[in-house]
C-alpha cells in the first residue's frame, strides 16, 4: 500500500489494529479492527433508497459503473485520517482512501470527515 501510495504516516489519538484474514484463495486480506471506532454511530443516515429511484423516473439513459477497489475511490479528509488510523509494525499509519469496513463510511460529508474526490 506504501508503493500504491494509498497509506502515510500519522500522528493520531486514535489507532486501531490490523488483523490479515486468509481468504479462501490462500492469499491474504488486510483488515482493520474498527470495531471500536464502529461502535460511535453517525447521526446522518444513508439516504432512503425509494426517494432516490423517485428522483429516475422518466429517465431513459442510465449507466453503471463497475470501479475495482471502489472505496479505494474516494479520498480521505484530515479528519476521517485521525479516525480511521491504525497500528503495526511500522508505526502509526492511516489510510489515504477509504477503507472498507468503517461503519457510516459512505455517508455524505455531513461532518463525519469523508468526502468524494
Given at each position: 500500500?506504501f508503493?500504491m501510495?494509498?497509506?502515510e504516516?500519522?500522528?493520531?489519538?486514535r489507532?486501531?489494529p490490523?488483523?490479515?484474514?486468509?481468504?479462501?484463495?490462500?492469499?491474504e486480506?488486510?483488515c482493520?479492527?474498527?470495531?471500536?471506532?464502529?461502535?460511535?454511530?453517525?447521526?446522518?443516515?444513508?439516504?432512503n433508497?425509494?426517494?432516490k429511484?423517485?428522483?429516475l423516473?422518466?429517465?431513459?439513459?442510465?449507466t453503471s459503473l463497475?470501479?475495482?477497489?471502489?472505496?479505494w475511490?474516494?479520498?480521505?479528509?484530515?479528519?476521517?485520517?485521525?479516525?480511521?488510523?491504525?497500528i503495526?509494525?511500522?508505526?502509526?499509519?492511516?489510510?489515504?482512501v477509504?477503507?472498507?469496513g468503517?461503519?457510516n463510511?459512505?455517508a455524505k460529508?455531513?461532518?463525519?470527515?469523508?468526502?468524494?474526490?
Amino acid at each position: 500500500m506504501f508503493k500504491m501510495s494509498k497509506i502515510e504516516p500519522l500522528n493520531s489519538e486514535r489507532a486501531s489494529p490490523i488483523v490479515l484474514v486468509r481468504k479462501p484463495d490462500g492469499s491474504e486480506r488486510f483488515c482493520v479492527d474498527y470495531r471500536e471506532r464502529n461502535s460511535v454511530k453517525d447521526s446522518f443516515p444513508m439516504p432512503n433508497i425509494e426517494s432516490k429511484l423517485k428522483k429516475l423516473h422518466g429517465s431513459t439513459i442510465f449507466t453503471s459503473l463497475d470501479c475495482t477497489s471502489g472505496y479505494w475511490q474516494i479520498k480521505m479528509s484530515e479528519k476521517a485520517k485521525q479516525i480511521s488510523s491504525f497500528i503495526c509494525k511500522r508505526g502509526l499509519l492511516s489510510l489515504k482512501v477509504m477503507q472498507f469496513g468503517l461503519c457510516n463510511a459512505g455517508a455524505k460529508n455531513h461532518g463525519n470527515g469523508f468526502k468524494r474526490s
